[in-house]
Nanobody
Framework: QVQLEESGGGLVQTGGSLRLSCAASRSIFSIYDMGWYRQAPGKQRELVAAITTEGRTTYADSVKGRVTISRDYSKNTVYLQMNSLKPEDNAVYYC?????????????WGQGTQVTVSS
């Protein structure tokens, strides 16, 4: 059974920092690309940052320079360090694991963790 368990969300003031963690099942962590998505009320879910198994990273333009994604193979965990948080970062943040096998994309999602930035 694949599990993705997020933690680290909470309430922070504008300009503050948070680090989100996502602990993944050992069976997938080493072979799946990992990512963080977010969904604000009334908006579509969007990619925040992603990291491949080789360590290549991708960031949404809205968070570049403020957010860092990393993964620790010894802990089967992916992190999202968020600095200089803004009210527009308010959202539920979801951990994602994805892999394309023979042209079929397989993806798993965590339950989400709320990030609230007060102005």
């Amino acid at each position: 059974q694949v599990q993705l368990e997020e933690s680290g969300g909470g309430l922070v003031q504008t300009g503050g920092s948070l680090r989100l963690s996502c602990a993944a099942s050992r069976s997938i962590f080493s072979i799946y690309d990992m990512g963080w998505y977010r969904q604000a009320p009334g908006k579509q879910r969007e990619l925040v940052a992603a990291i491949t198994t080789e360590g290549r990273t991708t960031y949404a333009d809205s968070v570049k320079g403020r957010v860092t994604i990393s993964r620790d193979y010894s802990k089967n965990t992916v992190y999202l360090q968020m600095n200089s948080l803004k009210p527009e970062d308010n959202a539920v943040y979801y951990c994602n694991a994805a892999r394309v096998i023979s042209g079929t994309r397989y993806a798993y999602w965590g339950q989400g963790t709320q990030v609230t930035v007060s102005s």
